[in-house]
């Protein structure tokens, strides 16, 4: 391997490990903004303390935390569980399109990646250069 091609894999090496991270957070933040359009219904949590059973509907929020309405309209915001059973039921709306706010930001993210690999990759091919000449 020449010592032109070593920075070339390290940019790569180091931009993958971004773009896994960027592509984590994304799914995790595309899931909490599909579950606040479009909540859970009739999800019982059992809390981590193994007592507390709440029922009602689940979304998160932007801090991560879980959020549970109960049919009388009190939330119950919590970070742990130790049980979650979702009820099976009709969707309220079409299977495909209506989950796209959990793939756009991962979507996005990989879009990106690509666009900066094939940048790193096919600029220097096109233009007759090589990184490091």
Known sequence: ??????PSLARLAIGSVLAY???NEAWLYGGIWELRAHPAREVEVTLSDNKTVLKGDLSRAWTKEWVLE???GQQWHFEDYAVMRFTPSEPEHPRGAHHWRSLLPPL????AWLAWL????????FSGRSEGH
Do not use: C, H, N, Q
């Not at 391997?1 to 070593?6: D, E, F, G, I």
């Not at 996005?108 to 879009?111: E, K, R």
């Not at 094939?118 to 091919?125: N, Q």
């Open 1 to 6: 391997m020449s010592a032109a091609r070593a």
């Open 118 to 125: 094939l940048k790193g990759i096919a600029m220097p091919v």
């Open 70 to 72: 109960t049919k009388d």
């Open 21 to 23: 991270l960027a592509f």
């Open 108 to 111: 996005l993210i990989a879009w």
